[in-house]
């Protein structure tokens, strides 16, 4: 099997090159200037001398102007690294493959998504049996040069005729919606502006649909404006926009948000209203067709409901009343209040992740120690047995409307690249229909999990995942990943870039730290708002596992993570330099008191907490990286990553934490900023771009780690 390693060790021979950042002089950096800005907080002064930065780049010459200078840096100390051309050829090799989702059944249609290899985006298909060659659907490449527009959500009709879609550009939360017919590919005129997250519900007649969006921003501010006063509109095709139908909106309570259901019957409208990313909602209900008042069946935020399905009156939910780990109950739909609810299936110690209701069974995802587990019941909650995975790993999917006797669902794991099974639910057999042709063999590779104790003795889980044979010596180029936040659960998934990391002899390693979903409801509040610095200290405790178990060591040790993972590592490299080899935070949120005056920032509140409040303020100045890095420290070598047109964490927390820790910086290790254009917080970015970014990344981690040493 071809191996990049060698290749790019050869290479380092002859161009002389891994030679170490601590021999080479400091960067020069742009001159960023300072403002006079201070903020008081609870009887507290707080500088914030780089508050000019917050401007949009599209909007402020001057940002602009210095993030160019920023970039020139960067490209200047990338592009001289010799190995990236082969670490890049090696990335355009093993994504060139063939890419299947699960496909879905509508009308007698099977959809799915392709994507060839090194397409930009990938098509969507439909076909006659979910096996067969399918027809081009939509094709967002070639609609942008610079392969940019993406597609979101889509959602096809009752009857399989026409299809409603999301188009993104530059990845952008902003969509627009359009509308074809299935038939013939043609396009209606129907187009709705300023939608976020679609939530397109068809009528079941499919003459027009629900869906969600918000009011038009101020000119300017697309990109950063607070997304506030969302409504529920219903679209009959072929009128303008301005004339639909409002169905839900609260006025009132601007900062909520909504999702919308119809219950497979067409008897009843299900409302989830949420007030943050936190997942405890309230939930309202309505007869398909009434107007008026909805019945308010919860009608607070102490626990999460997530619809599943109906059987006449009976409203299925997932919850975690009374439950950490959730279970399923059902409620009356003309009865409001928890205490009706009766009991379906009880909590177990795994954490139940999602159901779904089809063939008259309740299909069961269950994370069992960070994998899944998939068990069916009656629609009583007798046991029917489970699904019989193809391994330990990864399983999504088992959607479907409630009468299917078929569904489909995906199977992966670190070194295991995705397949696509067809699960019949009349004879509980799985067939395996798509398995993907990488160049990349499982059988060369493994991946262990292993338990360590974080600083307050919590066991915290964690996959350690390279190349069979590797000699634990400490030398090992290691990358840990991590996340912890927003009740998110990091299960094992196969990626090219894992793939290649681990092809150039690294070690990839995945704590699943508190604050995600891993162990249920209490694992998330045990690393939210003042008790997030659980989640630093997991991290922590984990790269000190991964050195004591001769992994790796910390001049081999780079930590990695976006978004809040981007808020971790941050986080962690300001409390701890002395730790890591490198650091690369991505997207992330890093000025800890001012992230919820930007865009989608006010729903995190439930998660991180807010300045205005004492104690919270606490937390957030103690950890927030962008005000945590002193002067005076040799930081490791980091490269930060964002990009213009993020508009969920806006660019600026990258800019601002990129300011301060070069002014910071003692040493001579780099401080690099590298930003990408048009391009969003990460979903829909092009093939090429993800290729060029990964690049980057691993030429700079093979210098900065001295892998060619």
């Known amino acids: ?110 959809f799915y998504w392709k994507n060839d290899g090194l397409q930009d985006q990938a098509v969507l298909y439909w076909a006659d049996s979910y096996d067969g060659d399918g027809q081009v659907l939509i094709d967002p490449n070639g609609r942008a040069e610079d392969g940019t527009v993406s597609i979101g959500q889509t959602a096809v009709s009752e009857n399989g005729r026409l299809i409603a879609y999301c188009v993104k550009e530059a990845g952008s939360d902003w969509s627009v919606i359009e509308v074809k017919r299935v038939d013939d590919g043609e396009k209606l005129p129907d187009r709705l502006q300023w939608v976020r997250w679609g939530n397109i519900v068809w009528n079941s007649a499919g003459t027009g649909f629900y869906y969600s969006r918000y009011p038009e921003p101020p000119p300017g501010e697309q990109y950063q ?26 006025p009132e309570e601007p900062t909520h948000s909504f999702w919308i259901a119809r219950t497979d019957d067409d008897k009843y409208l299900v409302l989830s209203i949420g007030r943050s990313t936190d997942p405890q909602n309230k939930v309202y209900v309505r007869e398909v067709g009434a ?5 308010r069946l919860i009608d ?67 994370l069992q120690d960070v994998a899944s587990r998939v068990e069916l019941f009656t629609t009583e909650g007798d046991p029917l047995g489970d699904v019989d995975l193809p391994g330990l790993g ?154 004591a178990e001769k992994y790796t060591s910390t001049p081999k040790l780079a930590i990695s993570g976006g978004s ?21 935070p991505a997207v992330g949120v890093l000025d800890m008191l001012r992230y919820h005056q930007f865009t989608a920032g006010h729903f995190w509140r439930d998660e991180y907490g807010v300045p205005e409040d004492a104690a919270q303020f606490a937390a957030l100045i103690a950890y927030s990286p962008y005000h945590n890095a002193k002067p005076g420290v040799a930081y490791p070598p980091t490269m930060i990553t964002t990009a213009d047109t993020d508009d969920r964490v806006v660019p600026m927390h990258s800019f601002k934490f990129a300011a301060a820790l070069q002014a910071a910086q003692a040493g001579d290790a780099p401080i690099l900023l590298r930003v990408e254009t048009r391009a969003g917080h990460g979903a829909g970015t092009p093939t090429s771009k993800l290729i060029d970014q990964t690049a980057d990344k691993y030429a700079f981690l093979w210098k900065v780690l001295g892998m060619g040493e």
Request: proline share 5%.
């Open 1 to 110: 099997m071809y191996r990049i390693a060698s290749v790019v060790v050869a290479m380092s021979i002859i161009a002389g090159a891994g030679v170490g950042f601590a021999k080479e002089g400091p960067l020069t950096y742009p001159d960023t200037r300072r403002v006079d800005q201070v903020d008081e907080f609870h009887g507290q002064q707080v500088p914030d001398p780089y508050r000019w930065l917050e401007a949009d780049v599209r909007e402020s010459d001057e940002v602009a102007e210095w993030v160019a200078a920023e970039n020139d840096v960067a490209r200047a100390y990338l592009d001289a690294i010799p190995q990236r051309d082969a670490i890049r050829e090696r990335l355009t090799k093993l994504w060139d493959y063939q890419r299947y989702s699960a496909p879905s059944e509508e009308g007698g249609r099977y």
């Open 564 to 584: 809040n993972g981007g808020l971790l590592v941050g986080a962690v490299e300001v409390q701890r330099p002395d730790l890591f080899g490198a650091c690369l």
């Open 225 to 250: 404006a607070s997304t506030v006063d969302q409504k529920i509109h219903f679209h009959r095709l072929g009128q303008p926009q301005e004339d639909d139908e409002l169905v839900f909106e609260l």
């Open 300 to 366: 607070d935020f102490d626990n999460e409901f997530s619809f599943v399905g109906n059987i006449g009156d009976r409203l299925y939910f997932v919850t975690d009343l009374d439950a950490p780990t959730k279970r399923l109950i059902t409620l009356p739909a003309d009865q409001p209040g928890r205490e009706h609810a009766e009991e379906i299936v009880g909590a177990v110690e795994a954490t139940l992740e999602s159901v779904s209701l089809l063939d008259g069974k309740l299909i069961c995802q269950y």
């Open 291 to 295: 107007t008026g008042d909805w019945t």
């Open 394 to 547: 990864s399983a999504n999917g088992f959607g479907g409307e409630q009468d299917a006797t078929e569904t489909f669902y995906s199977f992966t794991g670190y070194v295991t690249p995705p397949s696509i099974y067809r699960y019949d639910l009349r004879t509980g057999e799985s067939q395996l229909i798509r398995a993907p042709q990488v160049d990349f063999d499982p059988e060369q590779y493994e991946s262990t999990q292993a338990f360590y104790n974080s600083a307050d003795g919590t066991r915290v889980p964690i996959i350690v995942s390279h190349r069979k044979g590797l000699v634990r010596d400490g030398q090992n180029p290691t990358v840990l990943y991590g996340y912890g936040g927003f009740n998110i659960s990091l299960t094992p998934q196969f990626s090219v870039t894992n793939a290649v990391w681990m092809d150039m002899g690294g070690v990839l390693a995945v704590p699943n730290l508190r604050g995600g979903g891993e162990y249920g409801e209490s694992w998330h509040t045990a690393g939210k708002q003042v008790n997030k610095q659980n989640v630093f200290d997991d991290f922590i405790a984990a790269a000190e596992w991964l050195i």
